[in-house]
Nanobody, 121 residues
């Protein structure tokens, strides 16, 4: 069973930064998703198994950066210029069937417990 442990969430003012971490029990293509109250879970960013490919939702492009340290089996999400609309529970996810990330939540096999990010205006 793959275990994903997220950390790094918290409360920050608009314009601030946070870095989320997701420690995995193996090496996989990874994604970050988020879910705000009353909304569906949405794709935020993804990174391939080898780190050669990344992808982002249009809403975070230029502000968020996904990266990974394969020696530590850890994926990061650096979030800069945060906005109140970024407030959500953020989840990391692992995809075991491909070395490429996906924007579709159904393509991921394992999920972390989520970490709350709150951006105040």
């Amino acid at each position: 069973q793959v275990q994903l442990v997220e950390s790094g969430g918290g409360l920050v003012q608009a314009g601030g930064s946070l870095r989320l971490s997701c420690a995995a029990s193996g090496r996989y293509a990874m994604g970050w998703f988020r879910q705000a109250p009353g909304k569906e879970r949405e794709f935020v960013a993804g990174i391939s198994w080898s780190s050669t490919s990344t992808r982002y939702a249009d809403s975070v492009k230029g502000r968020f950066t996904i990266s990974r340290d394969n020696a530590k089996n850890t994926v990061y999400l650096q979030m800069n210029s945060l906005k109140p609309e970024d407030t959500a529970v953020y989840y990391c996810a692992a995809r075991s069937g491909s070395r490429w990330s996906s924007i579709a939540a159904d393509d991921y096999d394992f999920w972390g417990q989520g970490t709350q990010v709150t951006v105040s205006s």
